[in-house]
């Protein structure tokens, strides 16, 4: 029973180490070291090769190793394989360490203190209450739900959008289309924490934005694909969206010279708000695997109709 891991090498070696230690048993590769591949039953990985069925005739369980599943071709892998993405406590914590910074250097004007210092100036900004503050939490999964309690323990006043729409003690909670114009009306501060979907794909766009409260600012730590980032450019030139954290973006890295670089309303971080700590996911990725052996409902199983 071997489990083939194809992700970054570098962690890939801490993964070995822990497993070694927490499932001896579990024969562990790191691509491209792959042994005799029909022995290969787990596959864990960011991107899979093209030919994944083919290649390994025995595989049962594909795990992705981040919590989104977009990057995967779904149409590729064998109908009935199981996919689960990555549901583990550290990439909920560094995920809501990441939202709650940008929300609060948002809140607290860091973007026009830094540009204020470049240029040696003194200049104070009114401060503002948390609890005046509107934070909007577009996606109420694993990560939206978790960014949405912290950020309420700052003061601030909380809401988020799902589909279905989910209850989070003193969150206000909004669902679907028909919903989302209200949701925005009353957003000062916007975060993206959706899936990317045919559904969510480009949804940040000229439209959306001009339903937020003129100067209202945007975090997007979900997919540069939820962003029109054309339309950004121009909201941020009307001043109808005031400033941008930016994790993600498309392509990444931007192309050289992308205004978006030099923004001087834009913060943007390398696609680290979350990583996956081994430390924490291996004991998902092994409970996962017994309850594959069980027959129980595995954690993170992915509908691959909805897309996440
Ligand atoms: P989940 O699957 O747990 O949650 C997704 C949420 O989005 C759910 O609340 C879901 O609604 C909602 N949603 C999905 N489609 C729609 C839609 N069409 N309309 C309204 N709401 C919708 O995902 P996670 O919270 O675990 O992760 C979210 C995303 O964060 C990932 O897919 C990934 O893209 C991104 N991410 C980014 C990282 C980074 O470092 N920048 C790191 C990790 C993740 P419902 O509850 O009704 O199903
Ligand atoms: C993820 C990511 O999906 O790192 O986990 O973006």
């Known amino acids: 029973m071997a489990l083939l891991y194809k992700s970054d090498p570098a962690r890939g070696a801490e993964w070995a180490r822990i497993l070694a230690e927490k499932a001896p048993e579990l024969s562990f590769r790191i691509w491209p070291e792959i042994g005799d591949p029909s022995e290969i039953r787990y596959f864990f990985a960011w991107m899979p090769p093209d030919d994944l069925a083919t290649r390994f005739p025995n595989l049962e369980l594909m795990m992705s190793a981040g919590a989104g599943v977009d990057h995967l071709d779904l149409s590729k892998l064998p109908p009935d394989l199981p996919v689960v993405r990555m549901v583990e406590p550290g990439i909920v914590d560094s995920m809501v360490e990441f939202v709650s910074m940008s929300v609060l250097a948002l809140h607290r004007d860091l973007i026009d203190y830094v540009a204020q210092q470049r240029e040696e100036v003194w200049k104070q900004i009114r401060v503002r209450p948390a609890a005046t503050r509107r934070v909007g939490v577009l996606g109420l999964g694993m990560l939206g739900e978790a960014c949405c309690r912290k950020l309420t323990g700052f003061g601030f006043q909380v809401a988020g959008w799902s589909r279905s729409g989910r209850e989070i003690e003193g969150v206000a909670s909004y669902a679907g289309a028909d919903e989302l114009p209200e949701f925005l009306a009353r957003t000062d501060i916007l975060v993206c924490l959706l899936p990317l979907t045919d559904e969510t794909r480009g949804m940040l766009d000229a439209e959306l934005f001009a339903q937020l409260p003129k100067g209202a600012k945007l975090v997007n730590t979900g997919r540069g694909a939820h962003l029109d980032q054309d339309a950004l450019l121009a909201a941020l030139d009307s001043g109808q969206i005031s400033a941008a954290v930016l994790d993600v973006v498309t392509p990444e890295p931007l192309t050289p010279g992308h205004p978006l670089w030099s923004h001087a309303r834009v913060l ?41």
Do not use: C
């Open 268 to 308: 943007m971080t390398p696609h680290i708000a979350s990583m996956t700590q081994p430390e924490t996911a291996v004991e998902v990725v092994l409970e996962n695997l017994r309850r594959h052996q069980t027959g129980e409902p595995l954690i993170g199983l992915i509908d691959r109709k909805r897309g996440y």
